[in-house]
Nanobody
Framework: QVQLVESGGGLVQAGGSLRLSCAASGRTFSSDDMGWFRQTPGKEREFVAAIIWSGATTDYADSVKGRFTISRDNAKNTVYLQMNSLKPEDTAVYYC?????????????????????WGQGIQVTVSS
């Protein structure tokens, strides 16, 4: 049973930074593609960032490109989302997700259907 637990959220002023962590347990994390999504009330969950199992390839939503960085430490079974220059529109519940082998195609990385497991989500609030 895969478990994903997010941490590091909270309240920050615009222009500030936060680092989200997602700790995985229950299987060999190093084989999984990982993603971050976010959701605000009344809206669909949207893609934020993804990282391939090896860490060699990443991708970002246009809205966060240049401000957010996804990374992973396979020895610690953890994926990170470093968020800099935060804006009020980044306020959302952030979710991490795992795509375990046999992995879905990387081309699906921006869609929810690529991922098999989801964390419970963590609130990020950016004040203006």
């Amino acid at each position: 049973q895969v478990q994903l637990v997010e941490s590091g959220g909270g309240l920050v002023q615009a222009g500030g930074s936060l680092r989200l962590s997602c700790a995985a347990s229950g299987r060999t994390f190093s084989s999984d593609d990982m993603g971050w999504f976010r959701q605000t009330p009344g809206k669909e969950r949207e893609f934020v960032a993804a990282i391939i199992w090896s860490g060699a390839t990443t991708d970002y939503a246009d809205s966060v490109k240049g401000r957010f960085t996804i990374s992973r430490d396979n020895a610690k079974n953890t994926v990170y989302l470093q968020m800099n220059s935060l804006k009020p529109e980044d306020t959302a519940v952030y979710y991490c997700a795992a795509d375990i082998p046999p992995r879905n195609p990387w081309s699906l990385r921006k869609t929810e259907r690529k991922y098999d497991y989801w964390g419970q989500g963590i609130q990020v609030t950016v004040s203006s």
